[in-house]
């Protein structure tokens, strides 16, 4: 069974960090694309960061690029998501997903565009940002 499980999140002053862990079971995460979306409340889920099968490199929405990395530890089939110099804005609840049926079409999701189909979701952590 695929689950995915969120952690890393709460509550945070402007300008500070915080690191999200999604622990992966029923698969390996360096078989399939990897993702990380936020959902803000009454919006649709947009992406953050996605990285696709076989790749090493991340793709970030404009509203993180050079405040999120995306990274992946193998011995632990761990993907995470290390985010500085937080801001307001980025409270929203986030997600970790993965493509596990392996569709490799390019989708366009708000904000961010990632060779990947993703079906399979974490339950979501919630991150704050106070001012």
């Known amino acids: 069974e695929v689950q995915l499980v969120e952690s890393g999140g709460g509550l945070v002053q402007a300008g500070g960090s915080l690191r999200l862990s999604c622990a992966a079971s029923?698969?390996?995460?360096?078989?399939?694309?990897v993702g990380w979306f936020r959902q803000f409340p009454g919006r649709e889920r947009e992406g953050v960061s996605c990285?696709?099968?076989?790749?090493?490199?991340?793709s970030y929405s404009d509203s993180v690029k050079g405040r999120f990395t995306m990274s992946r530890d193998h011995a632990k089939n761990t993907v995470y998501l290390q985010m500085n110099n937080l801001k307001p804005e980025d409270t929203a609840v986030y997600y970790c997903?993965?493509?596990?049926?392996?569709?490799?079409?390019?989708?366009?999701?708000?904000?961010?565009?990632?060779?990947?189909?993703?079906?399979?979701w974490g339950q979501g952590i919630q991150v704050t940002v106070s001012s």
């Open positions: 990285v696709s099968r076989g790749d090493d490199t991340p």
């Open positions: 029923g698969f390996i995460f360096d078989d399939y694309a």
């Open positions: 997903t993965v493509d596990i049926a392996g569709d490799t079409t390019w989708t366009a999701y708000i904000g961010l565009g990632c060779h990947a189909d993703f079906d399979s």
